[in-house]
């Protein structure tokens, strides 16, 4: 059943990503935006104006990112997050964290112990590192590693067999509390390592956070027939193109011919939206495809050979990652990063701060942020005034 993704925008709060938002991203970075991006594949975004107005003016901010790890190995769909975030820190040059939720692993899982899910992270982490990041602008870390060792080992241990109450006990509290665990890798506060100790600086700094917003599985790494693994043969790929690979819906090379194929179905044509750099190449492949003038066979040659290049590539970088290069990553040590090197936006004196009463009585121009807060307060107060009353 196809996703209505709009209906998900709706139900979260993000807006559509725009044209206006691609141009003013260029403007701001110097960078044309990513194919993910030109495609629609990127499609919203929560408040990314407020980010680029911190970039336009060199005020600091951060990446964060996170793997929940299945099992050992990665399928090439959890490479796209990874390759997107690793261009966005190209891009902004800020320093990027990524949690690995091993905890949440074991909490979520009725098989899995606390040991093997370790072992995950591990494995993981240097797939991620496969992907190119710099070690020092980037933090990984384990859950169970860097929020409190054994101790919080046993939390997770009691949380999974708490259930929420004796008349359902469906679930366990591990599952309900998570959300805070994950929440609050997007506070900078939570990270004295790199953003310091004073909580008043830190907590002013945001993240940006590339994520699914659906989060459906599409692949599973867990289950073989369902992904394509960064360590398969180039003879798998191929066949898993060419066995499993549903084409645009027609029955025969006639009908191809006759009345083309359709994109949006085709599996390996949207494997060459994600991995097809040109975007002439791609119109005209689409173009020629859904017009009938190119058949399945040509369609998924192309994709098999790209495939099979990124795989190679990705499995050579691979080899080179060492235990010693996943413990640089994973150790919480400063990081350092440039930001933006062309600030043409000078920020306001206290414009990180709380509004000032010049500032209320509108002798200063405040930000939309300042002004969403501000609201809040007047409203607070107006409540408070009235309970009084």
């Known amino acids: 059943m196809a996703i209505n993704y709009l209906s998900l925008v709706e139900k979260f709060g993000t807006q559509v990503t725009t044209p206006d938002d691609l141009k003013r991203f260029e403007q701001v970075t110097g960078h044309k935006p990513r194919r993910f991006m030109r495609r629609g594949i990127v499609f ?5 104006n407020l980010i680029l107005d911190r970039h336009e003016r060199g005020q600091p901010f951060f990446l964060y990112t996170r793997r929940r790890p299945s099992s050992d190995s990665m399928h090439i769909g959890h490479t796209i997050p990874f390759e997107f975030t690793k261009w966005l820190q190209d891009v902004f040059d800020v320093p990027l964290i990524i949690m690995l939720t091993d905890d949440e692993k074991y909490i979520f899982s009725e098989k899995k112990t606390i040991d093997e899910v370790r072992s995950y992270s591990i494995a993981n982490c240097k797939y991620i590192i496969t992907i190119g990041f710099n070690s020092k602008k980037n933090f990984i870390f384990s859950d169970y590693d860097f929020m409190g060792g054994a101790f919080y080992r046993n939390v997770t241990r009691i949380s999974k067999h708490i259930t929420l109450n004796v008349a359902r006990a469906v679930s366990n509290i591990g599952k309900i509390h998570f959300g805070a665990v994950q929440g609050a890798t997007s506070f900078a506060s939570s990270f004295p390592h790199i953003f310091g100790t004073d909580e008043v600086i830190s907590n002013s700094i945001p ?19 369902s992904a394509m693994f960064m360590h398969d043969e180039p003879s798998t790929i191929k066949n898993n193109i060419i066995r499993f690979a549903f084409s645009g819906g027609q029955l025969n090379e006639a009908e191809q011919r006759e009345k083309g194929e359709d994109t949006d179905k085709d599996v390996s044509y949207q494997y060459l939206t994600f991995f097809l750099e040109d975007d002439e190449e791609l119109e005209k492949i689409k173009k020629e495809y859904s017009s009938g003038e190119m058949l399945t066979g040509t369609l998924k040659a192309k994709c098999i050979a790209e495939l099979q290049v990124y795989v190679k590539g990705f499995q050579e970088r691979r080899a080179k990652v060492t235990d010693e290069i ?17 600030v043409t936006v000078v920020a306001r004196k206290g414009e990180n701060e709380k509004p000032s009463e010049e500032a209320a009585e509108g002798t200063i121009k405040l930000t939309k942020n300042q002004e969403k807060n501000l609201a809040k307060k007047k409203a607070v107060a107006e409540k408070k005034a009235a309970k009084k009353q």
């Open 207 to 225: 993240a940006l956070i590339p994520c699914a917003i659906d989060q459906d599985p599409k692949m599973s790494a867990s289950v073989a027939a």
């Open 326 to 342: 996943v413990a640089d990553f994973m150790s919480q040590k400063p990081l350092v990063w440039g930001g933006n090197p062309n």
């Open 44 to 48: 919203s975004h929560c408040e990314l």
